[in-house]
């Protein structure tokens, strides 16, 4: 079976400080992609990292960044420099190369961002 | 603009009616998928095509529900004899032939009364 679990429902940062947010998975198969996805209160879903689980180097995208520990199935999102326009439902989500060719959320985290 | 877009945005029907959700994909994917998000939730997988083939079929799909994609571009959702627990966003999103990256379009929004 595949799994996503995200353990913490909310999470609140200051502006301009960073802040992690958490993610646990599930599989037994080795070629599977990891995402971590962004939901504004407009309700459309935006990427926002992808992670290979073949690579070792965790991926970044500008302010964005991810913990990958493929032993551990974690893999964590990192925001630095947070925004007011980070604020949103966070999920993460995993997709296998083979078998089940579908994206499977974790319950999602509700960000938000103090001024 | 060449993102996915979904129509109607939302939709409000009584129990035990009809109702058809289209969803056209970006031109370029040959993969398209159907997921349903209830309040609080993360997106649970409906179904997807590749092309005009429907490939994979959720258990949360039941008979009430089918989806086409005729001519392998727009898909249509149908949900037959609607009931309150249908009540959801339906999230439609397209992919390439790898299927990794996964663009979503805004959702409709059903509310079964």
Redesign the interface.
């Known amino acids: 079976a595949q799994t ?1 679990t995200q353990s913490q429902p909310e999470m609140s940062v200051q502006e301009a400080e960073t802040v992690t947010l958490s993610c646990t998975y599930d599989t037994s198969e080795s070629d599977y ?1 990891l995402f971590w ?1 962004k939901q504004p209160p ?6 926002v990292i ?1 992670q290979e689980a073949y690579k070792q180097q965790n991926a970044t995208e500008n302010r964005f960044s991810v913990n990958f520990q493929k032993a551990a199935k974690s893999f964590s999102l990192k925001i630095s420099d947070s925004q007011l326009g980070d604020a949103a439902m966070y ?1 993460c ?1 995993s ?1 296998l ?1 083979q078998g ?9 985290t509700r960000l938000t961002i103090n001024p | 603009d060449t993102g996915v877009s979904q129509d109607p945005r939302h939709k409000i029907t009584k129990r035990g009616q009809n109702v058809t959700f289209r969803c056209d994909p970006i031109s370029e994917h040959n ?1 398209l ?1 159907w ?1 349903r998000q209830t309040l ?6 409906l179904t ?1 095509f590749q092309n005009e083939a429907q ?2 079929k ?1 258990r949360l799909l039941s008979d009430r529900f089918s989806a086409e994609r005729p001519k392998g571009s727009f898909s249509t959702l149908e949900i037959q004899r609607t009931e309150q627990g249908d009540s959801a ?1 339906y ?1 439609c ?1 397209s992919s390439s032939q790898t ?9 409709t929004r059903l509310t079964v009364l």
């Open positions: 996503v992609y996805y407009s309700r459309q879903m935006i990427l992808r999920f989500a997709f190369i089940a060719q579908k994206l499977v959320f974790g319950q999602g | 993969r998928y997921y609080g939730q993360g997106p649970e997988f997807y490939l994979e959720s966003m999230l999103a299927g990794s990256e996964q663009f979503f379009g805004p959702g």
